[in-house]
């Protein structure tokens, strides 16, 4: 095929919050596919809270990124190259591959996306990754009852946007916490958030007891920190907490000490508990397929936050930590 393919390498491990300077742009040759092989070029990228704990070298419930090598994520791209049987040339892909102008692939892990039924950058988004999270996490873990009180941390991201609406689909009364006026006019008048604290301008404390005066049933934990420690405080009996994300905590150089929730949980009867979408590998067919029509149907909407350009996915991954995102952070490298 020829050509040169850009690639962003991992230079050096952050600490604390990552900077420029940790990430590295190159140039080689587009990769030749062997046998059973395909060649993918990047339509969209994704970047995800989730990859900060990948670059600090720590095995946890994925392998750290190595250093000098290229970075990967979540990808929808275009079938440009095939010796494998099962994928044609032209088909869209989706799947975990490089921060690179074209990915080499077995084919394992890639599914192929109907261009027809949804724009393909979803998969990446409201019927991908974010989506299923929210869908699994808090139908799974949280179980909503109509008449219920559920409040969100990071709510104005691609997790709870969609959390915050499937909780409004079963019947609950739905309480988000964002970091800016834009965000929480986006939940409140747009998504149908019953109530939003921007933990900017508003002491949380008060703010949750205001909001959530019946207490809270189920809390979708993406932030952690001070944040949580307050909705802590004010659960019901047999609460349920999801444990999503820890967003406040990924770029401290030592950790926070906080409150210990033990003794809440026990007086609450309470379940806290944590999970990666992984866990759900095996119903992921279920929650695309719910997703998708609910999507479709209009009764989930969703926002991109789409940065144009590869070189820019290590600025756009950056912004994440800074709250520049509203919805989901997507790189957009070619047309479609």
Known sequence: MGGTNRCIL?????????????????????????????????????VDPYMRGRMTGVRTYISP??????????????????RNPDFKEGEIVTGNLSWADYSLSDGKHLRKLDPESAPISTSLGIV????LTAYFGLLDIGKPKPGETVVISGAAGAVGTVAGQIAKLYGCKVVGIAGSKEKTSYLKKELGFDAVINYQREEISKAVKLHAAEGVDIYFDNVGGPISDSVMRRINYKARIILCG??????????????????????????????????????????????????????????????EGLENAPQAFIGLFNGENLGKQLVKVSEE
């Open 65 to 82: 990124f190595e250093t000098g090598k290229v970075l990967t994520g979540g990808v929808v791209g275009k079938v440009v190259e095939s």
């Open 10 to 46: 991992l230079r050096s491990r952050p600490d604390g919050m990552p900077s420029g300077e940790n990430f590295e742009l190159v140039e080689e040759g587009v990769p030749e596919p062997g046998e059973g092989e395909l060649v993918v070029q990047t339509i969209y990228l994704s």
């Open 246 to 307: 820890q967003i406040s905590q990924y770029n401290l150089k030592e950790p926070e000490k906080g409150p210990r929730v033990q003794g809440q949980l026990i007086q609450r009867s309470a379940l806290m508990q944590g999970f990666i979408v992984s866990d759900y590998a095996d119903r992921q067919e279920e929650g695309i397929k719910q997703l998708g029509q609910w999507v479709r149907d209009g009764k989930l909407k969703y926002r991109e936050n789409m940065v």
């Open 128 to 131: 991908g990754m974010p989506g």
